[in-house]
């Protein structure tokens, strides 16, 4: 899988971090905000765009996600506590 984007961007809004991040020129950074909870980080994105990563859910537990568009999609555990996202490809898999 070939990355398009020079910077995966992590965002935590925890108050003893405070996110940098450096893009080369022509990339925008957008942020990805979260499912509810405090913070987020991307973790893989495809040559199409579309973005898979880790969110705090409001009461604290992981969720992965998958971002595409402008919108986040939970991927819900299966009947676990929670999930998380680290890798997808161009198919979207």
């Known amino acids: 899988m070939r990355l398009t984007a020079a910077v995966l961007l992590a965002f935590f ?6 996110p940098r991040a450096v893009a080369e020129a022509g990339y925008v950074l957008i942020d990805l905000g979260t499912l509810g909870g405090a ?3 991307a973790t893989a994105v495809n040559d199409a ?11 604290g537990d992981d969720r ?5 568009g402008g919108r986040a ?3 819900d555990p299966a009947g676990g506590v929670i999930s998380q996202a680290y890798g997808i490809n161009d198919a979207g898999i």
């Open 13 to 18: 809004a925890g108050a003893n971090w405070v």
């Open 39 to 41: 913070g987020s980080v």
């Open 49 to 59: 765009g579309v973005v898979v990563g880790i969110s705090d859910i409001p009461n």
């Open 64 to 68: 992965g996600f998958v971002w595409d």
């Open 73 to 75: 999609t939970t991927l």
